[in-house]
């Protein structure tokens, strides 16, 4: 009997040789606006074997606008976004909290969590049970990127360099809450919880690792603790190049990870984590994805393989359709993956 979707991401990610590679295909709100026919047409050849449940929570009262379409949208947390371009995200203009000091001042949105949460997970269930695919939580807890975006970028990093109790405590704020939010969903139908922070720049950490290990690896780990303690699975997505963590993210418990592989060296990482984790894309979408060389694409698809894939498993063939993606290499993509 043929593997159902689920089965075959349950055995990539435990390296109990799934049938085939799964796919995972992201889809950004700019390539439906200026690609419709194509995103149409690829998604009825390639249909993901990962969805996200769509459960999401109590509505918020601070978020406003659309956070995809031109000018401001303002988060569930307060934070206000700029967009300049239509179907992407943009960036925080004015942060929230101008002085460390008034960091009492920030209320979590504790609203977004379920009353009922009977009801909740009726419908959640409802969801899980119709379906053949691999379910993730529609939750993502950062609680990096959320610091920044209460902070702005630069006041972040400098809050890092002088962890004082004021960075302490706003961060503790935001992980009590997203630790609120994952206890939901862990105990929930779904086969796994995900989260994210963007760590590298292009070529490093955007911190010391000895300083990400003190301050951030414990948080992660709390996620993975809670979320193993439900036999959930783990995924993370960090972009940029995050080389120098990949074994702390084996050893808190992350099952899989999406990363900017071609922004590392492949060999190296091949050597040292393969066939400890599972490797959830990508290609690369600086570069490679935008690009008109349909060969590239299929190329670096069989870098990915030479170096990463095993038989058993340990890869997700997952890629992002968004900002000047080419229609025509990401179907070139996609068609090497299902030849693997």
């Known amino acids: 009997m043929p593997q159902s979707s689920r089965e075959i991401v349950k055995r990539c990610l435990t390296f109990n040789f799934p049938e085939r590679i799964p796919r995972d295909l992201w889809i950004l709100p700019w390539a439906k606006i200026h690609h419709p026919q194509a ?7 390639f249909p993901n074997d990962i ?35 239509e179907g992407a995200i943009g960036e925080v ?28 997970y009726d419908t959640i269930s409802r969801f899980y049970d119709q379906t053949d695919r691999f379910v993730l939580a529609n939750c993502c807890p950062r609680p990096w990127e959320r610091y920044q975006f209460l902070r702005g970028a630069e006041n972040a990093m400098i809050d890092m360099m002088m962890p004082d109790d004021g960075p ?6 935001i992980h009590d809450f997203y630790l609120k939010e994952l206890e939901f969903w862990v105990k929930s139908d779904v086969d796994a919880v995900w989260f994210m922070d963007d760590w590298g720049a292009q070529d490093r950490l955007l911190i010391q690792p000895s300083l990400w290990r003190e301050l951030f690896k414990p948080l992660y780990r709390d996620y993975c603790d809670l979320a193993k303690a439900y036999d959930k699975f783990v995924f993370m997505h960090s972009d940029g190049n995050i080389s120098d963590i990949f074994e702390d993210l084996v050893e808190v418990g992350i099952d899989a990870v999406n990363s900017q592989l071609f922004c590392m060296d492949m ?7 393969k066939g400890k984790i599972t490797f959830w894309g990508e290609i690369d979408r ?24 095993s038989q058993s498993g340990g890869i997700i063939a997952q890629l992002e359709f968004g900002l000047m993606a080419n229609p025509d290499t990401v179907v070139a993509v996609l068609e090497e993956w299902d030849g693997k």
């Open 39 to 45: 995103v149409a047409e690829i998604t009825r050849r």
């Open 51 to 85: 969805v996200t449940t769509d459960y999401s929570g109590s509505p918020s009262s601070l978020g406003k606008s659309d956070r995809y379409k031109v000018g401001y949208f303002t988060d569930e947390w307060g934070c206000v976004f700029r967009n300049i371009l």
């Open 93 to 120: 203009e004015t942060p929230v909290l101008q002085d460390i000091a008034d960091w009492k001042s920030i209320k979590p949105p504790y609203e977004l969590l379920p009353t009922d949460t009977n009801k909740a």
């Open 168 to 173: 302490v405590e706003l961060m503790k704020v």
């Open 267 to 273: 060999a190296e990482l091949a050597k040292r984590v």
């Open 286 to 309: 600086q570069f490679i994805l935008p690009s008109e060389d349909t060969q590239a694409g299929r190329e670096a698809v069989r870098k990915v393989v030479s170096h990463l894939h």
